[in-house]
């Protein structure tokens, strides 16, 4: 599970805007940062810890998979086990028939082998092979190969699954070096942006109230409940109930609806129906940035309501305040 960091306030973020006129530099030797500059920067550095997040949420679908699958094998080796064990046992019993009377000081020495390639080694150098009951023989031989290929396939799912989670471990940690950075360079301009606030009460930004959403069907259900979320924060890797990703809110708002989606940005953009931007409608989801790395809900009146980063959390804005890149219909 991602931890989530502080939320800076919506009131904080419009502070920095607002405060600008408080650092005007008196002289170059004096200069302090540029908030404009600051403020892209911080929003750079949401932006790539973000598309961090979406590559962590991909890996971990990835991991769920091959966990299943691993799970899968692992059962079919279990069985392919089982079976080989009980041929051997057969071929235990057939050798002790083949030298029955006789000294089995040699025979001894094979049948205490557990190793199937070893047991099937020592068996064919028995002098008594000719004896022996080819078929089962052969049977024995096909059971220890259909084995072995399940023990490679076991440990091949295994180190992929290894892989995938140091993927994860990987993207996690730019996570949050990019929000530790983030944050570093907010707070220290809190003092003089609120600072600034104080002075200019009549300039403070609010968020956009909530409008009136033309939706039916399951869609409406949907819209419903993302609606309902503006104001949380916004923490990576988080589906609610008080905090969402980008995806983790239009997962769990279509999920309302009775329809199910990935926990991935892309991975939503790859399952639906594609729509043009032209005709969307509520409950649409849009999709931003190239790779896809950002996911909002069309809401209608060219808006979506989406939960943007850890500055603003879930808020309403324009559907072409970011790079569009395409939009699906779930359901």
């Given at each position: 599970m991602l931890h989530g960091r502080k939320r800076l306030t919506t009131a904080f973020a419009g502070a920095l805007l607002i405060g600008a006129v408080a650092f005007v530099p008196t002289s170059p030797a004096q200069a302090e940062p540029d908030i404009d500059d600051v403020q892209a920067r911080?929003?750079?550095?949401?932006?790539?810890?973000e598309q961090a997040s979406e590559r962590h949420n991909d890996a971990r679908i990835e991991l769920e998979e091959l966990e299943r699958e691993l799970k899968a094998v692992r059962a079919d080796q279990e069985l392919q086990d089982a079976q080989m064990s009980s041929v051997r046992d057969q071929?235990?019993?057939?050798?002790?028939?083949?030298?029955?009377?006789?000294?089995?000081?040699a025979v001894g020495q094979v049948v205490l082998s557990d190793d199937p390639s070893a047991f099937l080694a020592q068996m064919s150098t028995?002098?008594?092979?000719?004896?022996?009951?080819?078929?089962?023989?052969?049977?024995y031989s096909t059971e220890v190969k259909a084995?072995?290929?399940?023990r490679q396939a076991t440990a091949s799912q295994a180190a992929e699954l290894a892989d995938v989670e140091a993927r994860l471990a990987k993207e996690k940690?730019?996570?949050?070096?990019?929000?530790?950075?983030?944050?570093s360079m907010l707070s220290r301009l809190e003092t003089e942006a609120r600072e600034a606030v104080v002075s200019r009460d009549d300039s403070r930004t609010e968020e956009p109230a909530p409008v009136s959403v033309p939706a039916s069907g399951r869609a409406a259900a949907a819209v419903q409940y993302a609606m309902a979320q503006?104001?949380?924060?916004y923490v990576y890797g988080a589906a609610g109930p008080s905090s969402f990703d980008c995806s983790g809110l239009t997962m769990m708002a279509w999920r309302q609806a009775g329809v199910s989606l990935p926990h991935s940005s892309s991975a939503q953009?790859?399952?639906?129906?594609?729509?043009?931007t032209s005709s969307l409608q509520p409950g649409d989801l849009v999709f931003y940035y190239s790779p896809i790395s950002h996911v909002g809900m069309y809401i209608g009146n060219g808006q979506?309501?989406?939960?943007?980063?850890?500055?603003?959390?879930?808020?309403?804005?324009?559907?072409?305040?970011?790079?569009?890149?395409?939009?699906?219909?779930?359901?």
């Amino acid at each position: 599970m991602l931890h989530g960091r502080k939320r800076l306030t919506t009131a904080f973020a419009g502070a920095l805007l607002i405060g600008a006129v408080a650092f005007v530099p008196t002289s170059p030797a004096q200069a302090e940062p540029d908030i404009d500059d600051v403020q892209a920067r911080v929003e750079k550095l949401y932006h790539e810890a973000e598309q961090a997040s979406e590559r962590h949420n991909d890996a971990r679908i990835e991991l769920e998979e091959l966990e299943r699958e691993l799970k899968a094998v692992r059962a079919d080796q279990e069985l392919q086990d089982a079976q080989m064990s009980s041929v051997r046992d057969q071929v235990r019993d057939s050798i002790v028939r083949t030298y029955q009377g006789q000294s089995l000081s040699a025979v001894g020495q094979v049948v205490l082998s557990d190793d199937p390639s070893a047991f099937l080694a020592q068996m064919s150098t028995l002098s008594a092979y000719d004896g022996l009951q080819d078929q089962l023989f052969e049977t024995y031989s096909t059971e220890v190969k259909a084995l072995d290929i399940r023990r490679q396939a076991t440990a091949s799912q295994a180190a992929e699954l290894a892989d995938v989670e140091a993927r994860l471990a990987k993207e996690k940690a730019t996570i949050d070096e990019k929000v530790d950075e983030a944050e570093s360079m907010l707070s220290r301009l809190e003092t003089e942006a609120r600072e600034a606030v104080v002075s200019r009460d009549d300039s403070r930004t609010e968020e956009p109230a909530p409008v009136s959403v033309p939706a039916s069907g399951r869609a409406a259900a949907a819209v419903q409940y993302a609606m309902a979320q503006v104001g949380k924060s916004y923490v990576y890797g988080a589906a609610g109930p008080s905090s969402f990703d980008c995806s983790g809110l239009t997962m769990m708002a279509w999920r309302q609806a009775g329809v199910s989606l990935p926990h991935s940005s892309s991975a939503q953009y790859s399952g639906g129906t594609k729509v043009s931007t032209s005709s969307l409608q509520p409950g649409d989801l849009v999709f931003y940035y190239s790779p896809i790395s950002h996911v909002g809900m069309y809401i209608g009146n060219g808006q979506i309501v989406h939960a943007a980063n850890p500055s603003t959390g879930v808020q309403i804005t324009g559907v072409n305040t970011m790079p569009l890149v395409g939009a699906v219909r779930p359901g």
